[in-house]
């Protein structure tokens, strides 16, 4: 298993520099002359996600905790900076305008709204992350590399599509009320901790010694809480509550029975 990560160590650390690359491009390039220019808040948030996977393809070794130490990184982390930097704004500001109509169209397409609702991406993440831990999947994946960068990209996938329903900059399907994103959240900080203090108590399979089994445990139930503190604080921030007009207030005082 260790021959295994050094060789695909180089080819998988590209990636994360290649995407970066690419956004670092059309960022640039929103700096040409009659341009608006682009956040540089943004750009150095996307910097930090890939950054973050770039860390996930370094961790050594392939014990528990050194999967959930991956776990966090490419499934909250990473993608709380990927999606805070905005990059499917950045790509309709750089596509022409016949792939961005395109672009926005998909968006608006029903199963799009299925697909971006908060609830979809917390079955996704938690439900994953059940199926890992409370089925053989977890030990496959330790015999079966490519299994394993599958599980690894399950995460990758879901954790960025939850963060950008409950938190995404970025425009989309209609999203639910902040206060209903907040509980779906709550529920997913709930998930992650239920499966955590299963582990802890030693009812989870987890073909790891009960130290380790612990410590991942603990990964898992503090460094989780933090990216969904975090991912909870984006909401909060970015959050701008509907303005009622004073002419609309008045009437609606107005029409209300004595």
């Known amino acids: 298993m260790n021959g295994h990560h050094g060789a695909t160590v180089g080819p998988l650390l590209l990636v994360p520099l290649v995407v970066f690359w690419v956004y670092l491009a059309a960022a640039l390039r929103e700096r040409d002359a009659g341009r608006g220019g682009w956040s540089h808040w943004r750009t150095a948030s996307f910097g930090t996600?890939?950054?973050?996977?770039?860390?996930?393809?370094?961790?050594?070794?392939?014990?528990?905790?050194?999967?959930?130490?991956?776990?966090?990184?490419?499934?909250?982390?990473?993608?709380?900076?990927?999606?805070?930097?905005?990059?499917?704004?950045?790509?309709l500001r750089v596509l022409d305008r016949r792939r961005g109509r395109a672009l926005v169209r998909a968006l608006r397409h029903p199963v799009a709204r299925v697909v971006a609702h908060p609830v979809t991406g917390l079955l996704l993440t938690a439900g994953g992350l059940y199926a890992l831990h409370l089925t053989p999947l977890y030990r496959a994946s330790l015999d079966h590399p490519p299994l394993h960068t599958l599980v690894l990209a399950h995460f990758l996938a879901s954790g960025y599509l939850f963060t950008w329903a409950i938190a995404g900059p970025d425009p989309g399907p209609h999203r639910p009320a902040v206060p209903v994103r907040l509980v779906v959240l709550g529920v997913s900080v709930a998930a992650h901790a239920a499966l955590a203090q299963l582990m802890y108590a030693g009812l989870v399979d987890t073909a790891a010694p009960v130290a380790q089994t612990r410590t991942a445990a603990t990964l898992m139930y503090y460094v989780g809480d933090l990216a969904e503190l975090l991912l909870a604080l984006a909401v909060l921030v970015t959050w701008r509550p509907a303005r009622v007009h004073p002419g609309v207030r008045s009437a609606q005082l107005t029409s209300r029975p004595a």
């Open 49 to 91: 996600g890939t950054a973050l996977l770039a860390v996930a393809v370094l961790v050594p070794g392939h014990d528990l905790v050194g999967h959930m130490w991956r776990h966090l990184l490419v499934g909250m982390l990473a993608p709380l900076g990927l999606v805070l930097g905005a990059p499917g704004t950045l790509a």
